[in-house]
């Protein structure tokens, strides 16, 4: 049983659900993504999302855009990223993390070396945004040989036969997209998201996470009534961002975060 799927297994039997943070690695700068990792467990954070820097981030809003940026120049990039990995497992074996980007950094180190990189790096999940499955059958079973979960993105207007390719390509968990749009962006309508995890839920028994509009601990709560995890990410960098001058701060801001969303979900 994957790292991942062990995780989730442990808090359904726990009846709690997985807080689940994406941060870009090496945003603002590299030395402070694994102390902040860190910090993220301590605050009870389930699966970690390491977000790998590019600088066409089709499916992220400007807040997430600006973090690649600052991460890219400091010459971050894929094999960076997973020594960050290397760095934070030194001492936690047991934190799940998901790789997530876009192909072209995948492509330009090869299916095969990358999927070795990752294995080496312990990586437990590697979500890429703009690989469907019908187009990553290859990296799917090279990652799924190496113990990896290939996660796959659902979104609102995905159909029933859409789910059913994610089921059979994809492990770990799916990643329910809750709104059309980019990352941060849009209200959730979180009507419409339990009406679709309805029909997901009939098509697959993977655990269901869901993001791109969960803000704060109210959003977070009613999302996880619904779904079996949570994801945040814009909210993360914004502390980040609004606090480039006291490191120090953006890093307990978003620990008081977090903290405040673990405790509204076991609530």
């Known amino acids: 049983m994957s790292r991942l799927a062990a995780r989730f297994e442990a808090l359904a039997k726990a009846g709690r ?37 590019f600088s066409d981030p089709m499916a992220d809003g400007p807040v997430i855009q ?11 990039s894929l094999r960076r ?17 998901v790789l997530m980007g876009y192909l072209n950094p995948i492509e330009a180190m090869g299916y095969e070396a990358f999927a070795n990189a990752a294995q080496r790096a312990d990586i437990d999940g590697v979500l890429t945004v703009d690989l469907p499955p019908e187009e990553g059958l290859e990296c799917s079973a090279l990652l799924k040989a190496r113990g990896i979960d290939p996660i796959f993105l659902l979104a609102p207007n995905s159909t029933d036969e859409r789910v059913k390719k994610m089921d059979a390509a994809g492990s770990g968990y799916i990643y329910y997209v809750s709104l059309k749009g980019v990352t941060g ?19 697959t028994n993977l655990p269901i996470a869901i993001g791109f509009g969960v803000k704060d601990a109210v959003t977070a709560k009613t ?45």
Do not use: W, Y
């Open 17 to 53: 659900k997985a807080l689940i943070p994406f941060v870009t690695a090496g945003d603002p700068r590299p030395d402070f993504t694994v102390p902040l990792m860190h910090e993220m467990v301590k605050a009870g954070v389930d699966v970690i999302e390491l977000g790998v820097p």
């Open 66 to 76: 600006r973090a690649s940026e600052r991460a890219l120049a400091h010459k971050m």
């Open 81 to 97: 990223t997973l020594e960050t990995a290397i760095e934070f497992r030194k001492t936690d074996q047991d934190t799940p993390i």
């Open 185 to 203: 962006a849009g209200h959730l309508n979180t009507a419409d998201v339990e009406h679709k995890l309805q029909q997901i839920r009939a098509n």
């Open 223 to 267: 999302i996880a009534n619904i779904g079996d995890g949570v994801v945040i990410g814009s909210a993360l960098i914004n502390k980040i961002e609004d606090n480039l001058d006291d490191l120090d701060l953006a890093k307990q801001e978003i620990i008081t975060l977090l903290a405040s969303i673990r405790q509204a979900l076991d609530s």
